[in-house]
């Protein structure tokens, strides 16, 4: 079940990265350190790197099982119930637009400012456990995969009708560039790259590929109560 794997990859990256912090903290060098001590803390550090490097492996191993748990659970169940649970409860074959995630929390909303953003904040950030799959919340074509700064591992769907909705912190995606999805096709998932302090989904909306509205009244407006 997803939800039950998204705990495993929460409790697992606490459990490493609480290690990573130990070493970091004990392991960090001295101005005064003797040199066999400075030694054995550039040790610890290749140490830290390393099990750094660990955590990531790990985080993208559980991601991928998480995605593989959500793609048997697809398999189980009716495209009604799938579509449920992305809280469109109408017709199967009348919808239009879901919700980017079965299971978040709503943190930061549109249009905030604060230390944490550059400018005003230009999307609607969900928390959620890293690896929780991410859909596409309409039908479009994936026009960018890639590194984006602050925005970290973002993709970029386009809309038939030119919006564009940016997906921005995963850990990783599972479509490609010039890709054709479905709604509610997964499309990656949860992670926390770039700027950001912990797993959570930061969703742009973009009308024509301008600015970004509030992704809540997006969402509303197409009959969701996210
Ligand atoms: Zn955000």
């Known amino acids: 079940m997803p939800l039950r794997a998204g705990a495993v990859v929460a409790a697992t990256t606490a459990v490493l990265v609480a290690v990573l912090g130990f070493v970091l903290t ?3 060098p001295s101005a005064h ?4 001590v400075t030694v054995r803390q550039d040790g610890r550090q290749l140490q830290a790197i390393e099990l750094a490097r660990r955590v990531e492996a790990r985080q993208q191993e559980l ?4 995605r593989r748990a959500d793609a048997r659970d697809r398999a189980l ?5 799938l579509l449920a649970r992305y809280g469109y409860r109408g017709d199967p074959d009348a919808v239009r637009v879901v919700l980017p995630m079965a299971s978040y929390d709503l943190s930061a909303g549109f249009g905030l400012t604060g230390p944490l953003w550059e400018a005003e904040h230009g999307g609607q950030d969900f928390s959620a456990g890293a690896g929780e799959p991410l859909v596409a919340v309409a039908a479009g074509v994936v026009t960018e995969v ?17 919006t564009e909705v940016w997906y921005c912190h995963q850990t990783d995606v599972t479509v490609a560039v010039g890709q054709q999805v ?3 096709d997964v499309v990656g998932s949860v992670g926390s790259t770039g700027n950001s302090t912990g797993p959570h989904l930061h969703l742009e909306v973009r ?13 509303r407006a197409a009959g969701l109560s996210p």
Do not use: H, K
């Open 26 to 28: 004990f392991g960090a």
């Open 33 to 36: 350190a003797a040199p066999e």
């Open 63 to 66: 991601a991928a099982l998480n």
């Open 77 to 81: 169940i009716g495209r009604q119930e």
């Open 146 to 162: 890639a590194y984006a700064g602050p925005y970290g591992l973002r993709t970029i769907l386009e809309l038939p009708d030119g």
């Open 182 to 184: 479905e709604v509610a």
């Open 207 to 219: 009308p024509a590929g301008g600015s970004p509205v509030d992704p809540m009244d997006w969402l």
